[in-house]
Structure formats: C-alpha cells, structure tokens
C-alpha cells in the first residue's frame, strides 16, 4: 500500500502562481512514476503531469506546458507541483497520483491516489 498526502492549493487570481506537493509514504520502492491529475467540475479527472522515479523523465498535458512544472525529491518521496500563469481554467481539485510497478517489469501497474487538493484561479 501507498499513502499519498497532498498539500498546497488555494485560491489565487488569474496570472498568480501556486505550489503542490505530494509526500508518498509506504510501499514506495517499486514506484514507476509520480504525476498530478485534476477534476474540474462536471469534467472528467485529467492528466496534468507525470514523472519517472528512475529517470526523472516529465510529461505534460498540452494545456499546462510551459507554465507548470513538476519535480521530485526521491529522498523525501515527494513530488511538486510549481504552477505559473494560472487561468480560470485551471480552477479544478488536483489529485497526486502514485503508480506502482507491482511485477517490477513493467507488466502490471497498481494505481494509488491522493485526496485531493482544490485550486480556484480568480478571474
């Protein structure tokens, strides 16, 4: 198992910036990679961004690039979440996920999840 807890978010006005972080705890040595969902509402969860735990290798969603990063600390098993520029649109509950390379090759994955944090971008 894997315990996921959250912390940053508010509220800030558009243009304005925030910090996520993630601090997993548990089952964590077999983690793949690490990365940020969001669900506004009515709306699907999304990805936001990922990251390998290895290689540290990043992914973003095309509506983030450029104005958020994400980051690790494998000492701590701590992701974040630096996010600039932020619209009303970004305005949504954002989740840490966590997933797990179970068979260690890459074959079967267990996904595990945070909270929840919500983030409101003022217009």
């Known amino acids: 198992q894997v315990q996921l807890v959250e912390s940053g978010g508010g509220l800030v006005q558009a243009g304005g910036s925030l910090g996520l972080s993630c601090a997993a705890s548990?089952?964590?040595?077999?983690?793949?990679?690490m990365g940020w969902f969001r669900q506004a509402p009515g709306k699907e969860r999304e990805f936001v961004a990922d990251?390998?735990?290895?290689?540290?290798?990043?992914s973003y969603a095309d509506s983030v690039k450029g104005r958020f990063t994400i980051s690790r600390d494998n000492a701590k098993n701590t992701i974040y979440l630096q996010m600039n520029s932020l619209k009303p649109e970004d305005t949504a509950v954002y989740y840490c996920?966590?997933?797990?390379?179970?068979?260690?090759?890459?074959?079967?994955?267990?996904?595990?999840w945070g909270q929840g944090t919500q983030v409101t971008v003022s217009s």
């Open positions: 990251i390998s735990w290895n290689g540290g290798s990043t």
């Open positions: 996920r966590c997933r797990v390379d179970t068979s260690r090759l890459r074959l079967i994955f267990n996904d595990y």
């Open positions: 548990g089952r964590t040595f077999d983690t793949y990679t």
